[in-house]
């Protein structure tokens, strides 16, 4: 009988193997808004579609707290990403003004859109489905054949993308990739690599960084950077995109969080005060925290100025940390971020009219109900990027504006946050790393969604795409990785019914069809903010 069992259960067990392999033309790692915008371009092509979200949830940060959009130039926004906007819009009844759509919105209306437009064009989603770890995929040659997820399912398909703020299957993958910072020599870049004093986000007032005890405040990192424009591996600050509340059923910061300290925030107490001297006034609650208002009495909260939600300096290890570690970070932001909150609800330390400002807000009762109303996914605004048949760079966003090969716009400032925060020479804390320079709209190349053709040829990455610390910057907007998403699913169809590799479809004819949905590749200033450019230019 034992030995008729042995074979019985094996086959069963290889049935269980078999059936937990699923093969489709297209395979999306990473549910963010890029990545659902990706699966339903690529299923509104007509292609068998899968989404594979490591959470329960999707949409990314723009369904975790970032409602109020990094738009730019809202004519640079076209295609899926205006279509997403749109139907924004129209959730909330902006046709009442006549208005087409709301760049603002609350985070579960976001994902309850995204979630309809997966539905409609026929995408399968597969959550709590993430990739092994450092043995999740596989490849025959330059083809990427299969990825396997901890839940031992396998996907197979033609073409993989990877819309992860991580780029896990793009690493996984062989994929030459970097992080930190170039040298301002390398692409010949003047904003690259380490940066030299800056005005924004910045200690604008003088404070010792040592205390009366001749020790480092806390939050002070002992590091000296290197001269302006060196290389380094240091990452700029995530944060979690708070959202918050003014209704009388909101969740104030009445209650310590776990492991807090009070001690942390003392150098962001010294910052009030030495404001409050300087000015002549205690400092509002909206010059310490960007406060983004939404629809329905709710805000997107944001960092804002020298010492505010960013958590300086407590990301750096996160593109190269595994599974655990990336756990233990995102964990202690939270922990970083609740405390700085509760703090300034309560501390006596801070005057009295700023800690009741902030007694106004808390968190939204009805967001985030499965988290303790905490978004569920902290701000990655930048970890591995890729080296791929084109590296984006400084010069694309403000001078070689053009491309052969375009499949959208890009309008928003340089933006980077600081890394750093530091003593300076004078032993005065200072923060360093922030980057804030306008661009002029540029148009954006589809090699940078494509590895070099020796490493993968049926992999597109329309997140952590190629481009430099500096271009990266900008492109890094929701919209635009909504817009790369869309040329992604359309590229892959092409690459697919071409037989080709994702390096060798016609560029010119995915720039015509990316056309025909409704993208933008010129940008045209509407004729209000022509005349009001005119207007500010008389003055």
């Given at each position: 009988?034992?030995?008729?069992?042995?074979?019985?259960?094996?086959?069963?067990?290889?049935?269980?193997?078999?059936?937990?392999?699923?093969?489709?033309?297209?395979?999306?790692?990473?549910?963010?808004?890029?990545?659902?915008?990706?699966?339903?371009?690529?299923?509104?092509?007509?292609?068998?579609?899968?989404?594979?979200?490591?959470?329960?949830?999707?949409?990314?940060?723009?369904?975790?707290?970032?409602?109020?959009?990094?738009?730019?130039?809202?004519?640079?926004?076209?295609?899926?990403?205006?279509?997403?906007?749109?139907?924004?819009?129209?959730?909330?009844?902006?046709?009442?003004?006549?208005?087409?759509?709301?760049?603002?919105?609350?985070?579960?209306?976001?994902?309850?859109?995204?979630r309809e437009m997966m539905t409609t064009?026929?995408?399968?989603?597969?959550?709590?489905?993430?990739?092994?770890?450092?043995?999740?995929?596989?490849?025959?040659?330059?083809?990427?054949?299969?990825?396997?997820?901890?839940?031992?399912?396998?996907?197979?398909?033609?073409?993989?993308?990877?819309?992860?703020?991580?780029?896990?299957?793009?690493?996984?993958?062989?994929?030459?990739?970097?992080?930190?910072?170039?040298?301002?020599?390398?692409?010949?870049?003047?904003?690259?690599?380490?940066?030299?004093?800056?005005?924004?986000?910045?200690?604008?007032?003088?404070?010792?960084?040592?205390?009366?005890?001749?020790?480092?405040?806390?939050?002070?990192?002992?590091?000296?950077?290197?001269?302006?424009g060196s290389p380094d591996k240091a990452?700029?600050?995530?944060?979690?995109?708070?959202?918050?509340?003014?209704?009388?059923?909101?969740?104030?910061?009445?209650?310590?969080?776990?492991?807090?300290?009070?001690?942390?925030?003392?150098?962001?107490?010294?910052?009030?005060?030495?404001?409050?001297?300087?000015?002549?006034?205690?400092?509002?609650?909206?010059?310490?925290?960007?406060?983004?208002?939404?629809?329905?009495?709710?805000?997107?909260?944001?960092?804002?100025?020298?010492?505010?939600?960013?958590?300086?300096?407590?990301?750096?290890?996160?593109?190269?940390?595994?599974?655990?570690?990336?756990?233990?970070?995102?964990?202690?932001?939270?922990?970083?971020?609740?405390?700085?909150?509760?703090?300034?609800?309560?501390?006596?330390?801070?005057?009295?009219?700023?800690?009741?400002?902030?007694?106004?807000?808390?968190?939204?009762?009805?967001?985030?109900?499965?988290?303790?109303?905490?978004?569920?996914?902290?701000?990655?605004?930048?970890?591995?990027?890729?080296?791929?048949?084109?590296?984006?760079?400084?010069?694309?966003?403000?001078?070689?504006?053009?491309?052969?090969?375009?499949?959208?716009?890009?309008?928003?400032?340089?933006?980077?946050?600081?890394?750093?925060?530091?003593?300076?020479?004078?032993?005065?804390?200072?923060?360093?790393?922030?980057?804030?320079?306008?661009?002029?709209?540029?148009?954006?190349?589809?090699?940078?969604?494509?590895?070099?053709?020796?490493?993968?040829?049926?992999?597109?990455?329309?997140?952590?795409?190629?481009?430099?610390?500096?271009?990266?910057?900008?492109?890094?907007?929701?919209?635009?990785?909504?817009?790369?998403?869309?040329?992604?699913?359309?590229?892959?169809?092409?690459?697919?019914?071409?037989?080709?590799?994702?390096?060798?479809?016609?560029?010119?004819?995915?720039?015509?069809?990316?056309?025909?949905?409704?993208?933008?590749?010129?940008?045209?200033?509407?004729?209000?903010?022509?005349?009001?450019?005119?207007?500010?230019?008389?003055?």
């Amino acid at each position: 009988m034992r030995a008729f069992l042995i074979p019985v259960v094996t086959a069963l067990l290889s049935m269980n193997a078999m059936a937990a392999t699923q093969a489709f033309d297209v395979v999306v790692y990473g549910g963010t808004a890029g990545g659902v915008i990706a699966a339903v371009s690529a299923a509104r092509e007509g292609l068998n579609v899968a989404l594979v979200e490591p959470t329960n949830h999707v949409g990314g940060m723009v369904s975790s707290g970032l409602g109020y959009t990094d738009f730019g130039k809202k004519e640079a926004i076209g295609g899926y990403a205006y279509e997403f906007y749109y139907r924004v819009g129209r959730f909330y009844g902006m046709n009442r003004y006549s208005a087409e759509v709301s760049w603002y919105h609350e985070p579960h209306v976001a994902e309850q859109i995204f979630r309809e437009m997966m539905t409609t064009a026929g995408v399968k989603l597969f959550s709590r489905a993430r990739i092994k770890e450092k043995s999740g995929v596989k490849k025959e040659g330059t083809r990427v054949v299969s990825i396997d997820t901890e839940g031992d399912d396998t996907f197979t398909a033609k073409i993989f993308m990877d819309a992860s703020y991580e780029g896990d299957l793009m690493a996984q993958s062989g994929v030459t990739w970097v992080y930190g910072r170039e040298g301002s020599a390398e692409y010949g870049e003047s904003l690259a690599g380490v940066r030299d004093r800056t005005p924004l986000h910045q200690f604008l007032v003088d404070i010792p960084a040592k205390g009366a005890d001749g020790k480092l405040l806390p939050e002070i990192s002992t590091n000296q950077p290197a001269a302006p424009g060196s290389p380094d591996k240091a990452v700029q600050a995530y944060n979690y995109r708070m959202c918050f509340s003014e209704g009388p059923d909101r969740v104030q910061f009445t209650t310590k969080p776990a492991g807090y300290d009070p001690a942390r925030y003392t150098l962001f107490a010294k910052l009030v005060a030495a404001r409050t001297k300087a000015e002549g006034k205690v400092p509002t609650l909206a010059t310490v925290i960007s406060i983004g208002r939404l629809p329905n009495l709710t805000a997107d909260i944001n960092n804002n100025g020298a010492f505010s939600t960013d958590y300086i300096g407590a990301s750096w290890t996160y593109p190269n940390a595994g599974y655990a570690e990336r756990a233990r970070i995102e964990e202690d932001h939270k922990r970083y971020t609740l405390g700085f909150f509760y703090f300034l609800a309560n501390d006596p330390q801070l005057p009295e009219v700023l800690r009741n400002e902030m007694k106004l807000w808390g968190l939204c009762r009805n967001e985030f109900t499965d988290n303790d109303h905490f978004p569920r996914q902290i701000y990655v605004r930048e970890d591995r990027r890729m080296v791929g048949e084109y590296v984006m760079r400084q010069q694309d966003l403000q001078t070689d504006l053009t491309k052969p090969d375009v499949i959208g716009m890009g309008s928003y400032n340089s933006d980077s946050h600081n890394v750093q925060r530091i003593v300076g020479p004078d032993g005065m804390v200072r923060n360093e790393g922030d980057m804030q320079v306008a661009v002029t709209p540029y148009q954006i190349p589809y090699r940078i969604l494509t590895p070099k053709r020796a490493e993968a040829t049926n992999l597109l990455n329309p997140v952590t795409f190629s481009a430099t610390h500096v271009a990266y910057s900008s492109v890094r907007m929701e919209p635009q990785y909504m817009i790369l998403g869309q040329a992604a699913g359309v590229a892959a169809k092409m690459a697919i019914d071409g037989n080709l590799a994702v390096q060798a479809i016609d560029t010119k004819a995915l720039t015509a069809k990316l056309r025909s949905q409704g993208a933008v590749m010129e940008y045209v200033p509407s004729p209000q903010a022509t005349a009001l450019t005119k207007a500010r230019t008389a003055k």
